[in-house]
């Protein structure tokens, strides 16, 4: 255990990183927050409320360690219904009922309730939120507000609307309408721009600033009026003083009607489903490889919802994409959190006037995109790779959830699951799943002896419903110890475990643990079973003959410089672990591999994703590994500029060498262990540094791994890197036999 | 430390295809025990039934089996109970095949009565053999429990005489038994250490168990400790299955009430999913 003082010391010296991020973040969560609660029919400013709320109190008593709370997309569903049926009131009150629900799961640990729910059904019920909203703001978008009862009219109508949006006769919806799609535009194309200081505040901000000023050109720069039709405004934000005289005395009439208690469960449920599924998420995320406490956090988020019903906001939950902002800025702590609540207090207190200039369109659009990432056809098409049953409870749960409502829509998927799994395991006797349900079907022991690994073995069957069991001897397990688990008393294993499973590779990949799948493939042969097998070995990809012509051309440079080449795709990324620069990242996989004959120093194209949800991007990058044979201490360098310079104020340290002050200029360096690096960078190290072209240099103790560009880079570039790598390497590894 | 040695053998026969097969393996093992064999046939007696028996022990007699046939009417699970105490037989053989529908109901049910009403250790075989398979490694429970020391030493009898090799004893640690809820690092981290302290302290009871056995009965034996943190009676089960044991050491189950057989527990798990073949020692 480490002392006490350490750990407050280390918060401090973490503080200017997390206000930074927590600055970044708050911008999202501005506009989100403001659009969210419009788009549930509430005031904007509840959803401003939720996040403040939810930002102090959850950071104070919180378990996870970089998540972002505030209010959720997967509600706006559920708040609409509650909201249009039991009136604004009543619904806040739900709102801290569910609150006290959400509460009771976490004091009851019942933070596996997420467990419990196929990943199809759950993908499917996202899919109907996804659609709901993208229903109702596509509309309004189009500066076309119309009120349907059913949400399905709200899709069917979505031509009509574009048709009328085309023959506007009148010019402030015609400003309204293209004041939308160009927001929509910023928000599909923003993530396919790397530019670094475009990238340095997030899409939705960019929206918000322009149409801020916008409307700011008009009044000082044309003397006008805002062209956009005043009734397709923000409207409605209060000052902090109103918000305090206007806090909703709560109102208990009413709340023993069955709509009431219906929407109180549909908040809870999907409330705490969509935290569960984001902390998990987000934990994958956390550069310190922290575990979360799920259940405490549960707890935080029901009192956080309890506050945030009262004071007339929306119900608080962890959410993906501002998690992930705040990871990939450098969020370390809670405190990210925290000031990302403060934030937002800072600019509705000073800034509440500039929010009514925002064109109502605008906002929506940025819904529209959340709705559309929701129900993407990519969901469908991954749905349908895993298996066409998998189609089959999909939409069953996004019909049922569009139809009837969500709590019957999972059920309904639920139900669907249960049918489709009893039906393809007839063979295996009916009684397979029913009568083994209750058995405590996991064993899991140490294997003693030398190599003292745990070993996980799975009888019977494995499916959604008692997947449970197998996590929870899983989540005994510390992340960095070797884990083999055995299927092959197992005579079913269904798509919402392996999914699962996969999660834990890929955790245990990261934190230096080993997690081995055993028993599949047999099982695969003597069971038939579709999706299991398919999932977890996928059969590699059949050779393309048809190469591209880059990939020709790397074929012929690796034969010029007697290298190797493999084109095909590799999920065996796991040398790449130790480098920081994947803390947060994602490896997708990596193709196109040159390497040398004793494979030491390899080139290869890269792919890997950092964010999630809408903030999600997926990035290409040609990098290139040596291996080394000495060990160096850990470092990152790059080219010192404007970015590093602005981060360098939120608490990240450049080191400087001694002598070398045009190195010291012009690189960027970064790593703990101080003097190990400063002895490392000696006279020639410096120089060839100073003297070559830029890249991103890493080290992770003995290996190096470098990259230059955004993007994959060309032959040439190719060439380029190689050469650069391999006097590198001389240059290092004669540095370090002077050092001897 | 008493030790009850098996004198006599009983095992159940009835005419199925099994026939030859079980019999061959009590026939071994009262070989093994140099015990007298005990056939018990619920039914009528004739002729053509002893002249099957006897043919087909006939290969037996070069190894001085001596053996005696029991028929006798009425509802099998009185008789078989019956026989054996009349007999004082030691240890009673049921034979029972996992993947006979039959039979499954026979291990349900019959299997499960006699089990829970003997007064003498059975052994439950699933794949019995007219080949004699070696039986190399034994799996025994090491529950606390006062009837542990017993079953562990009778478990190492055993392993002497049918020339095994290996035996592990499977400690069952209950879940509960772990005070800590594992919910993050920290918690983690102390229920992991409250679990080794659970394992050096059982592998130590099991330790002093093994130094009280005659040690002509330990030497030359592979011995493994596996202490398992999991549901009593099913974890040992599973253990046995996956580590590919040929032969599964219980304690006989204490009362039964009627909550155990709404609940099944400990050997109860056993009988429903015969992991390989079971003796549950008295």
């Given at each position: ?16 990183k997390n206000?930074f991020s927590g600055f970044v973040v708050s911008l999202i969560a501005l506009p989100l927050g403001?659009?969210l ?14 996040a403040?709320?939810g930002g102090?109190?959850v950071s104070?008593?919180g378990?996870s360690h970089v998540t972002i709370v505030g209010p959720g997309n997967g ?51 996202l899919?109907?939120?996804g ?56 928000m599909?194309?923003y993530s396919k721009?790397r530019?670094?200081?475009?990238q340095l505040i997030p899409a939705p901000m ?67 489903i969509e935290s569960l599924l984001s902390i998990k998420a987000v934990d994958k995320l956390d550069p310190e490889k922290r575990r979360s406490?799920v259940?405490?956090d ?18 608080v939950v962890t959410v993906i994409a501002r998690s992930s902002v705040n990871v990939n800025q450098g969020g370390t702590n809670r405190s990210s959190n925290?000031f990302h609540a ?24 940025i819904?529209?995109y959340t709705?559309?990432k929701l129900?993407s056809?990519k969901v ?123 999660n834990?590779?890929e955790l245990?990949?990261k ?69 920081s620069f994947f803390n947060t990242k994602h490896i997708n ?18 792919e890997f994703s950092e964010g999630e949800f809408i903030a999600k991007e997926v990035g ?27 981060s ?93 | ?282």
């Amino acid at each position: 255990m480490s002392p006490k003082t350490n750990n407050i010391s280390a918060f401090f010296k973490a503080l200017p990183k997390n206000i930074f991020s927590g600055f970044v973040v708050s911008l999202i969560a501005l506009p989100l927050g403001l659009g969210l609660a419009m788009a549930s029919d509430a005031p904007p400013i509840a959803g401003i409320i939720a996040a403040v709320i939810g930002g102090v109190m959850v950071s104070i008593l919180g378990g996870s360690h970089v998540t972002i709370v505030g209010p959720g997309n997967g509600l706006v569903g559920v708040l609409l219904v509650a909201i249009t049926t039991l009136g604004l009131e009543s619904a806040y009150i739900a709102i801290v009922c569910s609150g006290i629900l959400l509460l009771l799961l976490g004091f009851f640990r019942m933070g596996a309730l997420a467990d419990f729910f196929p990943s199809a059904a759950i993908q499917g019920m996202l899919a109907a939120i996804g659609l709901i909203i993208l229903g109702k703001q596509f509309h309004i978008m189009m500066a076309h507000k119309i009120k349907r009862a059913d949400t399905i009219d709200y899709l069917v109508e979505i031509p009509f609307t574009i048709n009328d949006a085309v023959h506007y006769e009148n010019k402030g919806l015609i400003f309204a309408a293209l004041a939308g799609i160009l927001s929509l535009t910023i928000m599909l194309f923003y993530s396919k721009i790397r530019n670094k200081y475009l990238q340095l505040i997030p899409a939705p901000m960019w929206i918000v600033i322009l149409s801020i000023a916008f409307s700011y050109y008009f009044e000082f720069g044309l003397h006008e009026p805002n062209p956009i039709a005043p009734q397709y405004m923000v409207s409605g934000i209060p000052s902090i003083q109103e918000i305090i005289a206007d806090i909703p005395t709560p109102n208990f009439i009413g709340i023993w009607s069955f709509s009431f208690w219906g929407s109180v469960l549909a908040l809870t449920l999907i409330s705490s489903i969509e935290s569960l599924l984001s902390i998990k998420a987000v934990d994958k995320l956390d550069p310190e490889k922290r575990r979360s406490n799920v259940n405490r956090d549960l707890k935080a988020l029901g009192l956080a919802t309890v506050g945030s019903g009262l004071l007339g906001g929306l119900n608080v939950v962890t959410v993906i994409a501002r998690s992930s902002v705040n990871v990939n800025q450098g969020g370390t702590n809670r405190s990210s959190n925290f000031f990302h609540a403060l934030f937002l207090v800072l600019f509705i207190a000073f800034f509440s006037t500039q929010l009514t200039r925002i064109p109502l369109p605008a906002l929506m659009a940025i819904l529209v995109y959340t709705g559309y990432k929701l129900a993407s056809p990519k969901v469908i098409t991954k749905m349908f790779s895993i298996g066409k049953e998998q189609l089959i409870i999909f939409f069953v749960t996004l019909i049922v959830t569009l139809k009837i409502g969500l709590i019957t829509g999972i059920l309904a998927g639920v139900i669907a699951t249960f049918i489709i799994h009893v039906v393809i395991n007839k063979h295996l006797g009916y009684g397979l799943i029913v009568r083994n349900l209750a058995k405590p079907n996991v064993l899991m022991y140490m294997e003693q002896g030398k190599k003292n690994n745990y070993y996980v073995s799975v009888k019977h069957f494995c499916s959604f419903l008692n997947y449970f069991r197998l996590k929870k001897h899983l989540d005994a397990i510390p992340e960095n110890k070797d884990v083999i688990v055995d299927f092959s008393l197992c005579h079913f294993v269904d798509d919402t475990v392996l999914e699962n499973i996969s999660n834990y590779q890929e955790l245990f990949d990261k934190r230096g643990g080993h997690f081995d799948v055993v028993g599949l493939d047999m099982h695969d042969t003597e069971t038939k079973h579709p999706f299991a097998s398919r999932r977890l070995l996928p059969v590699p990809n059949i050779i393309k003959n048809s190469l591209t012509r880059r990939q020709t051309s790397m074929e012929t440079l690796a034969e010029n410089y007697s290298l190797t080449y493999h084109p095909k795709r590799k999920k065996k990324v796991s040398f790449l672990n130790n480098f920081s620069f994947f803390n947060t990242k994602h490896i997708n996989h990596i193709y196109n591999k040159l390497n040398d004959n004793n494979c030491s120093i390899s080139i290869f194209d890269i792919e890997f994703s950092e964010g999630e949800f809408i903030a999600k991007e997926v990035g290409r990058k040609t990098m290139l590994h040596i291996d080394l044979d000495d060990t160096i201490p850990k470092f990152t360098l790059d080219k010192e500029g404007f970015l590093e310079k602005v981060s360098a104020f939120a608490g990240f340290k450049d080191i400087d060498i001694d002598n070398h002050d045009d190195f010291s200029n012009r690189f960027y360096l970064l790593g703990d262990n101080r003097v190990e690096i400063a002895k490392f960078f000696n006279d020639d190290v410096t120089h060839f540094f100073e003297s070559n072209p830029y890249y991103h240099v890493e080290s992770n103790g003995n290996a190096l791994l470098i990259f230059g560009k955004e993007r994959l880079a060309s032959i040439k570039e190719i060439k380029a890197l190689y050469d650069f790598g391999k006097r590198l390497r001389q240059v290092i590894s004669k540095a370090q036999t002077i050092d001897v | 430390m008493y030790l009850k040695p098996f004198k006599s053998i009983g095992i159940g026969v009835a005419f199925s295809p099994n026939l030859k097969a079980n019999l061959f393996e009590a026939a071994r093992l009262s070989v093994f025990f140099k015990a007298k064999l005990v056939l018990i046939h619920v039914g009528e007696a004739s002729e053509e039934k002893t002249n099957v028996l006897s043919t087909c022990l006939k290969s037996f007699e070069k190894d001085n089996l001596d053996y005696e046939v029991v028929f006798k009417p009425g509802d099998p699970v009185n008789v078989i109970l019956s026989t054996s105490e009349e007999k004082k037989i030691d240890l009673l053989i049921l034979g029972a095949v996992k993947r006979e529908k039959v039979v499954k109901y026979y291990v349900g049910s019959i299997a499960r009565k006699i089990t829970r009403q003997a007064k003498c250790s059975i052994l439950l075989l699933i794949k019995p053999s007219v080949e004699s398979n070696p039986c190399k490694h034994i799996v025994v429970n090491g529950l606390k429990d006062p009837k542990t020391e017993q079953t562990i030493t009778a478990a190492f009898y055993v392993a002497n005489h049918v020339n095994s090799e290996k035996i592990t004893i499977v400690e069952e640690i209950d879940q509960e038994e772990i005070h800590v809820k594992v919910e993050d690092d920290k918690s983690l981290r102390r229920a992991n250490i409250v679990k080794e302290r659970i394992k050096l302290r059982e592998n130590s009871r099991v330790n002093e168990i093994i130094k009280h056995i005659p040690e002509e009965y330990t030497k030359n034996k592979t011995i493994k400790l596996q202490p398992i943190f999991g549901k009593r009676g099913y974890s040992i089960g599973h253990y046995a299955q996956i580590s590919r044991a040929d032969l599964l050491i219980m304690n006989s189950p204490s009362k039964m009430t009627f909550w155990d057989r709404l609940f099944p527990h400990d050997i109860e798990h056993i009988l429903t999913e015969l992991p390989t073949d079971v003796l549950i020692l008295q």
